[in-house]
């Protein structure tokens, strides 16, 4: 029932950030116990108060904040529950004008440097409509232990929304790429909290930016970008570090080299070479790039602390994902890894989207149980029942998902 009301309500919000309607609000009395009536004005916060009470707010400036898992359910993630992550200030939104905001293609290894406004690239190139996933490099850092440093995200710094734009690949063929072209440079409109310089400038290597799942976005599942996801402009990579879908994007560059703008150099979304013992430190130059995310996979149904009686089937269910590759397959277990059960998985819409899967379980007897899931890839890596290998900056963990219920 949230689904569809969220579909519901979401169809009825104005198509541009800019021509908002008025609203009834049809059937809230059916809206789950403890979430608060949705947000119109979604598409346009700007701020940490215009935030609804069901996200949980990590920093305000700059503004880091998740949202429960059991909201993430959609196959789409409606633009009102995705993480939100910034790296420094955000733009004056009110003053970006979508018909003027250009984006420029530039850097050592481009024939011809080029700029387009957001109307030439509709015009100039075809449109392709895809879900994605995107996932901070941090997802679930908090259930590190030792503790690793940074925000300490939950499950949820992860959502998967329909984007829509043109192929990284056809703006940059338009402008022409050299031969000795080894990475991508992106740039935005967002400040460092300082007010001074970028607040964030990655990249990919040339041959992510090539294939056919990299794009420039100016759509969200079907409206504009909201603000707090990147208005006007998105540069979307599925499968890698959400650091790399650079949001306000004024432009690419594709560098003769590994990218150097901010937030390239260890220890920022980089493991270290080699495996070390939790806690231990490790020299900038032993760190490598996150290039990839990993499998994983997210319960968002049954809540965790739900109750339910004896007899009675549990229905369990959630997506998987695994960065540039696909899930072949989710087992669940009730009784702490000992016995795995293997859910219905359904295939991708498209490549870099998630996977949904769902299970019946049989609980046999009354009392305390942890519902795990697990998934595999498809070259066979699986999501460790622990913690996977520890890293100074708590990146990458994938350890089973699990949600505890109690038969009554």
Not at 49 to 68: G, I, M, T, Y
Not at 165 to 182: P, Q, T
Request: hydrophobic content about 40%; some cysteine.
């Amino acid at each position: 029932m949230t689904i569809d009301r969220r579909k519901f309500l979401k169809g009825a919000v104005a198509t541009s950030v800019t021509a908002m309607l008025p609203l009834n609000w049809a059937f809230a009395q059916n809206r789950p116990a403890g979430m608060a009536t949705l947000d119109v004005s979604a598409v346009t916060w700007s701020k940490v108060e215009d935030l609804p009470e069901h996200f949980k707010v990590l920093n305000s400036s700059p503004l880091n904040a998740f949202p429960p898992e059991h909201l993430l359910a959609p196959v789409k993630t409606p633009a009102d529950v995705a993480f939100i992550r910034w790296n420094g200030q955000m733009p004056d939104f009110e003053s970006i004008d979508p018909d003027t905001w250009e984006f420029a293609v530039d850097g050592e290894s481009i024939e011809t440097p080029k700029t387009y406004t957001i109307a030439e690239l509709k015009r100039k190139f075809k449109t392709h409509t895809q879900q994605l996933v995107l996932e901070c490099g941090g997802n679930s850092r908090e259930n590190f232990y030792p503790n690793a440093k940074g925000n300490q995200w939950s499950n949820t710094a992860v959502f998967c929304a329909e984007w829509t734009g043109v192929l990284v690949k056809d703006v940059l063929a338009d402008c022409g790429v050299k031969s000795n072209a080894v990475y991508t440079a992106h740039y935005g409109a967002d400040k460092h909290i300082s007010g001074k310089g970028a607040a964030i400038s990655r990249g990919v290597p040339i041959e992510a930016a090539m294939n056919e799942n990299a794009m420039i976005a100016w759509d969200m599942n079907g409206e504009a970008i909201p603000y707090m996801h990147g208005y006007p402009l998105r540069i979307v990579f599925g499968g890698r570090p959400g650091s790399v879908s650079q949001k306000c994007a004024t432009g690419m560059g594709v560098r003769d080299r590994v990218h150097d703008g901010k937030k390239m150099g260890a220890p920022a979304y980089q493991v270290p070479k080699h495996p070390v013992a939790p806690g231990e430190k490790v020299d900038s130059k032993d760190f490598k790039i996150i290039e990839e995310m990993i499998v994983k996979s997210l319960i968002t149904s049954p809540q965790t602390g739900g109750e339910l009686t004896l007899g009675k089937v549990l229905e369990v269910s959630g997506h998987a994902w695994a960065g540039v590759r696909d899930v072949t397959k989710v087992e669940v277990s009730y009784d702490y890894g000992t016995t795995w059960q293997t859910a219905s998985l359904t295939k991708p819409v498209n490549p870099m989207a998630w996977q949904q899967w769902n299970i019946n379980l049989n609980l046999p007897q009354t009392g305390y149980y942890e519902i795990w899931a697990r998934a595999t890839d498809t070259k066979g890596d699986s999501q460790p029942m622990v913690q996977p290998q520890w890293n100074p900056k708590g990146y990458l963990f994938n350890g089973c998902h699990r949600v505890a219920v109690r038969v009554v």
